[in-house]
């Protein structure tokens, strides 16, 4: 069965750090482009940060840019999200996806995303 499962969200406080975990089960990340998303409560789900596979490449959006590091390890099937100097803004679930899309900087839609985890919940509050 193919699936993504998550884990490591919880409660921090603000400038506290969370490393999130995906996992991939039924089939092997080492053509996917990897991505991490999150909703926050009455948003819209958003791209966080995608590493690109053509170029071998971490991507970030604007609001999480130097605090976030993607990674993954295609041995154990396995992809990462270090979340530091966390922000109440970052509050939301993650997600992470896996999409067969791939090109030199080119960044999967949402839709173009074919595999989806469950999401872990991550609040920064104090």
């Known amino acids: 069965q193919v699936q993504l499962v998550e884990s490591g969200g919880g409660s921090v406080q603000p400038g506290g750090s969370l490393r999130l975990s995906c996992a991939a089960f039924?089939?092997?990340?080492?053509?996917?482009?990897i991505g991490w998303f999150r909703q926050a409560p009455g948003k819209e789900r958003e791209w966080v940060s995608y590493f690109g596979i053509v170029e071998d490449a971490e991507h970030y959006s604007d609001s999480v840019k130097g605090r976030f590091t993607i990674s993954r390890d295609n041995a154990k099937n396995m992809a990462y999200l270090q979340m530091n100097n966390l922000k109440p803004d970052d509050t939301g679930v993650y997600y992470c996806?896996?999409?067969?899309?791939?090109?030199?900087?080119?960044?999967?839609?949402?839709?173009?995303?074919?595999?989806w985890g469950q999401g872990t919940q991550v609040t920064v509050s104090s």
């Open positions: 039924g089939f092997t990340i080492d053509y996917y482009t």
């Open positions: 996806a896996a999409s067969s899309y791939s090109g030199h900087l080119y960044q999967p839609t949402q839709a173009e995303y074919q595999y």
